[in-house]
């Protein structure tokens, strides 16, 4: 492959809304952690947005240097490679709805704005914040929603090189967070959850999920199933063993999701519109997690208190007049 020169340009990208700063190189050079880079481009004065810069100011993750090593060392390689982070992919949830997500609106954006084919694109993990386990189903998840795996390294010298992604595009961001919905990002979501539902849509279905969990499982909920078996129509599912596109039917098939909360109530994303989400946890503020991603959604969210026995805050009666409601409209 011929080695290509060609100036380097920068721009900076600046979104509001949810706030968030990208920048971008043309025709750049990455070796390993290092962007290499003339003098008379200047690297940026900000960090870019990705997980490294939420929180805190910490160092940035690629190095700028001012001097070129051989640049003939170096493949010209015709693609975009989109720069990005990751922290707590232990969870399906975080992965999905913190990194995965985020990251395809920022391809989506860029394939747009600078008229980029989305099979052009590379993705290059710059990091996982030192976070130390990950899910096995990592890759997976990334590839069936970006198209391919991410690289953990990589170099060479790439036509666009997007350094940073829409990380502040996610419906939660922490208890001490505005609460605030951004249109923006609803809009993308729905993009998002339109693309990969497809056809899947339902109108109408009597099917109501539970999530099997192997911790935080409350005997609330196995319960309250066994108790109504016979009026509902529940239905288990282990979505650990279940590919990306098998949890993507199932959840495409119920407008009900109620049980113990957890990563599973992250696919209310491909459920149908108007669909209940019923949590169960004995801690309010898990709830966070999955109350904001509804009403992105416009999805109705009936959440289940329990109390330091297990019980439920609310009367039994009330939730169960909440599904008869609900099933009852069709």
């Known amino acids: 492959m011929k080695s290509k020169t060609n100036s380097i340009n920068f721009k900076s ?9 990208i920048h971008f190189y043309s025709n750049a050079l990455i070796k390993g952690k290092k962007i290499y880079l003339p003098r008379s481009v200047r690297a940026a004065r900000n960090l870019p947005t990705m997980y490294v810069s939420w929180l805190s100011k910490q160092s940035a993750h690629l190095k700028f240097r001012f001097r070129f090593p051989r640049i003939r060392k170096f493949p010209y390689i015709n693609k975009t490679l989109l720069v990005f982070d990751t922290w707590g992919t232990s969870s399906y949830y975080h992965l999905l709805i913190d990194h995965v997500i985020p990251v395809w609106i920022t391809r989506e954006w860029f394939k747009d704005e600078l008229n980029i084919d ?139 999701i109620f049980g113990s909360e957890g990563a599973a109530f992250a696919n209310q994303v491909f459920m149908p519109n108007g669909s209940l989400i019923i949590p169960v946890s004995n801690q309010i503020d898990r709830f966070d997690f999955h109350a904001p991603l509804a009403a992105y959604l416009n999805f109705i969210f009936s959440p289940i208190l329990l109390d330091e026995f297990g019980k439920p805050v609310t009367p039994e009666r009330e939730i169960l007049e909440t599904l008869r409601k609900f099933l009852a409209k069709g």
């Open 13 to 21: 990208y600046i979104f509001s809304e949810p706030a968030a700063e």
């Open 118 to 256: 989305y099979k052009e694109f590379e993705y290059f993990r710059v990091s996982n914040n030192h976070y130390s386990t990950e899910i096995s189903s990592s890759t997976e998840i990334f590839t069936h929603f970006l198209g391919k795996p991410f690289h953990d390294k990589i170099s060479g010298r790439f036509e666009k090189l997007i350094y940073g992604y829409l990380y502040s595009y996610r419906p939660f961001h922490g208890p001490n967070s505005e609460r605030k919905l951004y249109p923006e990002y609803s809009v993308y979501l729905h993009k998002f959850r339109k693309t990969f539902l497809k056809d899947n849509e339902v109108k109408s279905s009597k099917l109501i999920l539970v999530p099997k969990r192997y911790n935080r499982d409350f005997d609330f909920v196995n319960d309250f199933v066994e108790r109504y078996k016979d009026e509902f129509n529940f239905m288990y599912v282990d979505f650990s063993e279940k590919s990306i596109q098998e949890q993507i039917d199932i959840c495409s098939s119920a407008k009900i």
